[in-house]
């Protein structure tokens, strides 16, 4: 589905590969519903957008909580008047540190923003897409959704669930006219930890997987482009890439090789 006369609903909005996102959209002719939790930050996207403000709307609303996002649907389509494409990119990482060091609350929180969140957007827009001519779901997964990265067990898990959450999607839905879309993103420069009140040298993770972070424009570049082209599945940097390939040799060899560069972050 191309992004051109097309309005979009992107998550995370705020920083990072989702405010990349919305720009690139809005530069392709699209109009945006722009949705984060942290208000400020959503300004910041929206003055970055100040030539498209009739394109772009803000919608501070948290995706782990049903109730406020069961009423964004409304919000939105009295916005734009419609919806035809669904962007699941907001995401936390979890403290790194092992499982058993892992705190309750912080394995509720990442299962919070990084699954349950995608499912309640998808619960809530999936009605309206059906309705549409033609209309897409794009899930932001992560390498980490298929590879295993000590110290990130749990985030893993959640963005392994958002891959065949994702994928089934697909199965369900490939008599209709929405096409969905999973995205594996590697090393991208984002202040993803930050904003997961994480504490991160990432310089430290740029070491260990040895691979440069790529900018989140170029990413969301890959992102909007494979959408375009209905791929299944989206892998974004090098690091991606290689380690699907690896895994799928090796997974074994593979787990044991990022075991020990992991070390480096891991107390």
């Known amino acids: 589905m191309k992004a051109n006369q097309?309005?979009?609903?992107v998550t995370g909005a705020g920083s990072g590969i989702?405010?990349?996102?919305?720009?690139e959209l809005l530069s392709k002719g699209a109009r945006v519903a722009a949705v984060d939790m942290n208000a400020a930050t959503l300004e910041e996207t929206c003055s970055l957008a100040r030539e498209y403000h009739d394109k772009i709307s803000l919608h501070v609303v948290n995706v782990a909580e049903?109730?406020?996002v069961d009423s964004l649907p409304a919000s939105v389509i009295k916005a734009h008047g419609a919806v035809d494409g669904l962007i699941n990119n907001a995401g936390i990482i979890q403290p790194f540190v092992r499982v058993n060091e892992l705190e309750r609350d912080a394995i509720e929180k990442v299962l919070d923003y990084n699954l349950h969140g995608p499912i309640n957007m998808i619960k809530a827009f999936l009605p309206y897409l059906l309705e549409r001519d033609e209309a897409h779901i794009v899930n932001v997964s992560s390498m980490?959704?298929?590879?295993p990265f000590p110290g990130q067990t749990l985030y893993g898990a959640s963005k392994a669930?958002?891959?065949?959450?994702t994928e089934g999607l697909y199965a369900e839905l490939i008599e209709t006219n929405v096409r969905v879309t999973v995205v594996f993103p590697g090393a991208v420069e984002t202040n993803i930890a930050q904003n997961s009140g994480v504490s991160m040298d990432m310089a430290d993770s740029d070491a260990v997987n040895g691979f440069s972070m790529l900018l989140p424009e170029v990413a969301a570049d890959f992102i909007i482009h494979g959408m375009e082209a209905n791929k299944f599945q989206v892998f974004i940097g090098k690091d991606s890439n290689l380690m699907n390939i690896l895994y799928r040799i090796n997974p074994r060899w593979a787990t044991r090789l990022m075991a020990n560069q992991m070390k480096a972050l891991l107390p």
Request: glycine share 14%.
């Open 6 to 9: 097309k309005i979009f609903v």
């Open 18 to 23: 989702g405010r990349a996102l919305v720009l």
């Open 66 to 68: 049903c109730s406020a």
């Open 144 to 147: 980490g959704g298929f590879f």
């Open 161 to 165: 669930a958002v891959k065949i959450l």
